[in-house]
């Protein structure tokens, strides 16, 4: 009759664990790790665009390039892990006006709130125009105008 004592005493923590607490904790593994992976995909995403960007002021920052405007069509993905997301850009200001900028693009899971930062350096000839781009919108865009005294005035299209 010990011996049954003893099987329950070990057997019944085991089969709580193992029913209860394993499924609990598996769950919770595989929640962390979709997190994980969402919050990657957006920042390839974020770093997709912020190059995209600094690649536009290289080419068009040319005397080559006459004054106009230049919309890039956004080659983004619509979702990220099925999620639609929003991108805001915030140009740094320097005391020195002939300094470098930095150009802060802030993209942001809609539903979830999952929000990363990419930068892009830019030169001191940049202005920029507070927008947002919808990734789920049809004409999402980067916007560059270039002004006559070789300014570049970034926003993004498709609001």
């Known amino acids: 009759m010990t011996s049954v004592s003893i099987e329950y005493v070990i057997l019944i923590p085991l089969l709580f664990t193992q029913v209860i607490i394993f499924p609990l904790v598996a769950s919770m593994m595989a ?12 920042q390839d995403v974020s770093n997709h665009l ?15 390039i006459l004054a106009g405007t230049v919309i890039q069509a956004s080659t983004l993905p619509v979702t990220v892990g099925s999620y639609t997301y929003t991108a805001t850009g915030l140009l740094s ?3 020195d006006p002939d300094s470098t ?6 993209l942001t899971l809609q539903e979830v709130g999952n929000t990363v930062t990419a930068a892009a350096v830019l030169g001191p ?16 865009s980067i916007d560059v105008q270039k002004l006559s005294n070789n300014t570049l005035v970034f926003s993004f299209g498709g609001d």
């Open 31 to 42: 929640s962390n790790w979709q997190d994980s992976q969402t919050n990657i995909e957006l």
């Open 101 to 106: 900028r930095i150009l802060t693009v802030t």
């Open 125 to 140: 000839n940049v202005q920029w125009i507070n927008s947002t781009l919808r990734s789920n919108s049809g004409d999402a």
């Open 50 to 64: 912020a190059s995209t960007i600094q690649q536009l002021y290289l080419t068009i920052n040319n005397d080559d």
């Open 93 to 95: 200001s320097p005391s």
